[in-house]
C-alpha cells in the first residue's frame, strides 16, 4: 500500500529534520513526502535537500495561509491514494506504517486517526502538556482515544484519508483553529467511516513554553463554539467540561474566602493529577509541571470556550479567533 504523507510547515526546519529522520527509519517503505512551507521567513529547503536521496520528497512553497489550506495544496500534488497527514513537530516510530497497513488490510475505513505521546528525550514541560492533552483527570483523555468506528473524530497532527474522500467533502475549510475537526465532521455526515488505530501512535512536541500552550488551547475553546455552530449536535457535555471547571473554582475560589476548608477541593485535585503523573511519568519533576499543564488546559480551554460562547451564542457576533497571527504556535 502506498501513502502520501503531507506535512505544512512554518519556521520550523530543526523539527522537519527529524521528521525525516524518522520516515527514513519507517520499516514500511512505500511512500512519498510532501513538504507545504507556509510562507516561512527562516524556511527548511536546506533540509529537505538532505533527505533528497533517501526519501521521496515534493518540496513546494507558497504564502502563509495556515495548516488547513496548507495541506490542501499537499494533498492537490500528492500522487498516491490515502493520504496521511502530521504536524512538523511530530516524530513517527519506525512500524508506524506498517501497523496502519496492517490495520487498513482488515478493516479498510475512509479515514483514521492515531494517538500522541511523549519522548524520553521531551523536555519536562513537552511531558507535562502532553499530560495534560492524554489524561482522563483534564478530559484530553477523549482525543485520540476513543475506539468507535462510527464517530470518531481523527485530528490533523496524526490522520489518514482516503484522496477520494478528501476530495469528496471539499478538503480543510480555511479555518485556523478547529479545521481537522470540521473535516472530521464532514466526512462522517457525508457517510464514511472512520476509526482509531490505537497502536498508530506519534511522538507529539506540543508547544514548549506554558505561553505558547495556553494561547492554543484557548483557540480550542473558541473553536469548539464555532464548531457547534457549523455542526448543530456535534458538541457533547464533556466539551463543556473545562468552561465548568472555570465556573466551578472560581465560585469556590470566592466562597473560600467564608468556608477556607472548600479550598481542599483545588488541593485534592491537584494532589490526584501528580499522583497520577507520577505513576505514568515516574518523575517527580513532570509530576509537578503536570499540575500546572493541567490547570493550563482546563482554564485556556474553559475561557476560551466562555468567552465565544458569550460572543456567539448570546450577543450573535460572527466567528472569531484569539492570538490568530502564529496559529502554528
Same mark, same amino acid.
Given at each position: 500500500m502506498?501513502f502520501s ?11 522537519v529534520d527529524e521528521?525525516l529522520s524518522?520516515?527514513c527509519?519507517q520499516?514500511? %517503505?512505500?511512500?512519498?513526502?510532501v ?6 521567513t ?11 536521496d ?6 513546494i512553497?507558497k ?5 488547513g ?20 513537530d ?12 496492517r490495520?487498513?488490510a482488515?478493516t479498510?475505513v475512509?479515514a483514521?486517526?492515531?494517538?500522541d505521546?511523549?519522548?524520553?528525550a521531551?523536555t519536562?514541560?513537552q %511531558?507535562?502538556i502532553?499530560?495534560a492533552?492524554?489524561s482522563?483527570?483534564?478530559t484530553g483523555g477523549?482525543?485520540?482515544?476513543? %475506539?468507535s #468506528?462510527?464517530?470518531?473524530l ?9 484522496k ?5 467533502v471539499?478538503?480543510?475549510r480555511?479555518?485556523?483553529f478547529?479545521?481537522d475537526?470540521?473535516?472530521? #465532521? ?15 501512535h506519534?511522538y507529539h512536541?506540543?508547544?514548549t513554553?506554558y ?5 492554543q488551547v484557548?483557540?480550542?475553546?473558541i473553536?469548539?463554539?464555532n ?24 465560585l ?7 468556608y477556607?476548608?472548600?479550598l481542599?477541593?483545588?488541593i485534592?485535585?491537584?494532589?490526584? #493529577?501528580?499522583?497520577d503523573?507520577?505513576f505514568?511519568?515516574?518523575?517527580v ?18 475561557s ?5 460562547a ?10 472569531f479567533s484569539a ?7
Amino acid at each position: 500500500m502506498f501513502f502520501s504523507i503531507v506535512i505544512p510547515v512554518y519556521n520550523r526546519p530543526d523539527e522537519v529534520d527529524e521528521l525525516l529522520s524518522s520516515l527514513c527509519d519507517q520499516r514500511h %517503505k512505500q511512500f512519498e513526502v510532501v513538504i507545504v512551507e507556509d510562507g516561512s521567513t527562516h524556511d527548511c529547503c536546506s533540509i529537505v535537500e538532505k533527505y533528497c536521496d533517501r526519501l521521496a520528497i515534493h518540496y513546494i512553497e507558497k504564502p502563509n495561509s495556515g495548516p488547513g489550506l496548507s495541506r490542501n495544496v499537499g494533498a492537490s500534488e500528492a500522487r498516491y491514494d490515502y493520504l496521511i497527514f502530521f504536524d512538523s513537530d511530530c516524530i513517527i516510530p519506525p512500524g508506524y506504517l506498517e501497523e496502519v497497513t496492517r490495520f487498513l488490510a482488515v478493516t479498510p475505513v475512509d479515514a483514521y486517526g492515531g494517538p500522541d505521546a511523549a519522548m524520553p528525550a521531551f523536555t519536562t514541560v513537552q %511531558k507535562a502538556i502532553n499530560y495534560a492533552m492524554t489524561s482522563f483527570l483534564t478530559t484530553g483523555g477523549i482525543r485520540g482515544r476513543r %475506539k468507535s #468506528l462510527d464517530r470518531f473524530l481523527p485530528r490533523g497532527f496524526n490522520m489518514g484519508v482516503t484522496k477520494a474522500a478528501y476530495s469528496a467533502v471539499g478538503g480543510y475549510r480555511a479555518m485556523r483553529f478547529g479545521e481537522d475537526i470540521d473535516l472530521s #465532521l464532514r466526512l462522517l455526515s457525508a457517510g464514511y467511516v472512520t476509526a482509531l488505530i490505537p497502536d498508530a501512535h506519534v511522538y507529539h512536541k506540543r508547544r514548549t513554553t506554558y505561553k505558547q500552550f495556553f494561547k492554543q488551547v484557548y483557540n480550542f475553546g473558541i473553536a469548539r463554539i464555532n464548531l457547534h455552530l457549523l455542526h448543530p449536535g456535534s458538541m457533547k457535555a464533556v466539551h463543556t467540561l473545562p468552561a465548568l471547571f472555570v465556573i466551578g473554582m472560581a465560585l469556590l475560589l470566592i466562597l473560600s474566602i467564608f468556608y477556607p476548608v472548600l479550598l481542599w477541593v483545588p488541593i485534592g485535585y491537584s494532589l490526584l #493529577l501528580f499522583l497520577d503523573s507520577l505513576f505514568r511519568n515516574r518523575s517527580v519533576k513532570v509530576a509537578l509541571h503536570s499540575i500546572i499543564a493541567s490547570w493550563i488546559q482546563l482554564i485556556g480551554y474553559g475561557s476560551g470556550f466562555l468567552v465565544a460562547a458569550w460572543k456567539r451564542l448570546v450577543r450573535r457576533k460572527g466567528e472569531f479567533s484569539a492570538f490568530v497571527k502564529r496559529f502554528y504556535e
